[in-house]
């Protein structure tokens, strides 16, 4: 198949078994359909097979049988796979693999070193790196910044040849709830203001109800799929379920005071409510 297509991501029967004696199936006949500019996360249990699968779309290993088409193009006949992963696909992992020795910015050039000139790849890493709010700490050490911190090093560092596909296997993972939440607004921003697609493997539900859509995988496969309303209908969702959403809709609201809303914000509330009403 050539040329573009609807899809960042296509797989087509991807499977790959590990083992000599006995076969593990990590991925068993995966079809997935990744579109460009979502924010697509993966769930499922410990050795459900999604490390596998990112490993797979990023032609970090090679499917024992199947294909994986990336920006149209098949993985397998991709003859210089390093320029393929510099140029289309940046990673983030939960041990974010910074170079210790290496200052943020020095970090995130690191991706453009030979793509780039040095001027460039200097300024470029600024620029990320004010992007994901790290202004101010262009010459720290890694080791002198927080978790959260270092993992926006990390995003920084995937954005750094402008991908249009960016991997991220649980990302969160080592971060507090606070810091994560953080973590995917600001992929979340990225991906508005860059359209850059996201695919995110993650243990943690509440990253997972932060994104557009969940793949669910078990034993190698895809079990489930959930698309997800943006964070706004799902707050919408549980208003209208809850008590004071159905006051609110029925006019039964006498306390305004303790509910510090105005009473234009509770007629607009209202409207929502009742146009979201299924
Ligand atoms: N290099 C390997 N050699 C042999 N088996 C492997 C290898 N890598 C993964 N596996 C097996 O494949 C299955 C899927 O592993 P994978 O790492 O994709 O799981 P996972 O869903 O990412 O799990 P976790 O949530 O623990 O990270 C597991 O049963 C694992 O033991
Ligand atoms: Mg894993």
């Given at each position: 198949m050539n040329g573009k297509t609807d899809w960042l991501i296509e797989t087509k029967n991807l499977t790959k078994i590990y083992g000599d004696g006995v076969e593990i199936y990590a991925l068993n006949d995966v079809n997935i359909h990744v579109g460009r500019g979502e924010l697509l996360s993966i769930m499922g249990p410990s050795g459900s097979g999604k490390s596998t699968l990112l490993n797979m779309l990023g032609a970090l290993d090679i499917p024992t049988t199947g294909q994986v088409f990336v920006d149209g193009q098949d993985v397998a006949e991709i003859k210089n796979k390093d320029i393929f992963r510099a140029k289309t696909v940046g990673f983030v992992f939960q041990m974010h693999n910074l170079l210790p020795t290496m200052t943020a910015r020095e970090n995130v050039e690191i991706p453009m070193m030979g793509h780039a000139g040095a001027k460039e790849r200097h300024e470029r890493a600024k620029y990320l790196l004010e992007l994901v709010g790290l202004g101010d700490r262009l010459k720290h050490l890694p080791s002198q910044l927080s978790g959260g911190q270092r993992q926006r090093v990390a995003v920084a560092r995937a954005l750094a040849n402008n991908p249009p596909l960016v991997l991220a296997d649980e990302p969160t993972g080592n971060l507090d709830s606070a810091a994560g939440r953080a973590l995917i607004e600001l992929l979340h921003e990225l991906n508005?203001?860059?359209?850059?697609?996201?695919?995110?493997?993650?243990?943690?539900?509440?990253?997972?109800?932060?994104?557009?859509?969940v793949l669910v995988m078990a034993d190698g496969k895809i079990v489930r799929e959930d698309m997800i309303g943006s964070p706004i209908e799902e707050d919408l969702k549980m208003w209208q379920h809850s008590g004071l959403g159905r006051r609110i809709v029925n006019d039964e609201i006498d306390d305004l005071e303790n509910l510090n809303l105005?009473?234009?914000?509770?007629?607009?509330?209202?409207?929502?409510?009742q146009n979201n009403q299924h």
């Open positions: 508005h203001k860059q359209g850059t697609t996201f695919v995110i493997v993650t243990h943690d539900p509440a990253v997972a109800r932060q994104t557009n859509r105005s009473s234009k914000q509770v007629k607009t509330l209202k409207e929502v409510l």
